[in-house]
């Protein structure tokens, strides 16, 4: 997607601290972390909100909270971490490609 700023990072044309890759799925740290441990995994198909999912990319979508608890595991916040999805500019949605973000590395890692 043009001028998508995360479908840039998948091409690689900006450049990200990658955590994880396979043929569908990214994560990488986010570039301003809101707890010890702040990333994103997305999915490579460009699909701006959660509200655009369609049930062809349910099993996608679950791959993202997979993968992202695994990486939370291995660093070492799979005691307490937030995955947040946010939707529409309103939400605080910046970026329009859907992104999990997982959120841990302290106690109530940002609190609501
Ligand atoms: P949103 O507010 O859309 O849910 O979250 C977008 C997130 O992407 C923010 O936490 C922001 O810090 C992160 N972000 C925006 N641009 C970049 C970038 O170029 N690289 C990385 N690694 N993170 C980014
Ligand atoms: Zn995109």
Known sequence: MDNCIFCK?????IPSKKLYEDEEVLAFWDIAP??????LVIPKKHIARPADVTEADDALIGKLIR?????AK????????????NNGAKAGQEVF????HIIGG????WAL
């Open 9 to 13: 990072i998948i091409a690689g044309e």
């Open 34 to 39: 809101q707890s010890p441990v702040h990333f």
């Open 67 to 71: 993968i992202g608890s695994q990486l």
């Open 97 to 100: 490609h859907i992104h999990l």
């Open 74 to 85: 291995e660093h070492n916040t799979d005691d307490g971490f937030r995955i947040i999805f």
């Open 106 to 109: 302290r106690d109530k890692p």
